[in-house]
């Protein structure tokens, strides 16, 4: 049996109103997903484990911890980030 590549299980969150994200992520976003996957992504939340707060579905996609999502649950390595701001 494989060994398991992630740390944390955390669900996503559907918001009534976008979570306020950094511009400079959201052109990087932009280039890799439809305006129109990326205008719902906007509406999620995660709890994050590792920052120990409520971020964007965005910030959570773009961390390095971050491995995939599936059914609604996002997979995060829970590795201590450098910077501490970035990422979920």
């Known amino acids: 049996m494989a060994s398991k590549d992630y740390r944390y299980e955390v669900p996503v969150v559907k918001l009534e109103k976008a979570m306020r994200v950094e511009k400079t992520l959201v052109e990087q976003l932009e280039k890799a997903v439809s305006k129109k996957m990326l205008g719902e992504m906007k509406k ?3 709890d994050c484990p590792v920052l120990k707060r409520r971020v964007s579905f965005l910030q959570c996609y773009s961390c ?3 491995i995939r999502r599936v059914r609604g649950v996002v997979y995060c390595r829970g590795l201590v980030l450098e910077g ?3 990422g979920a």
Do not use: D, Q
């Open 84 to 86: 501490g701001s970035e």
């Open 64 to 66: 390095p911890n971050f």
């Open 44 to 46: 999620e939340a995660v």
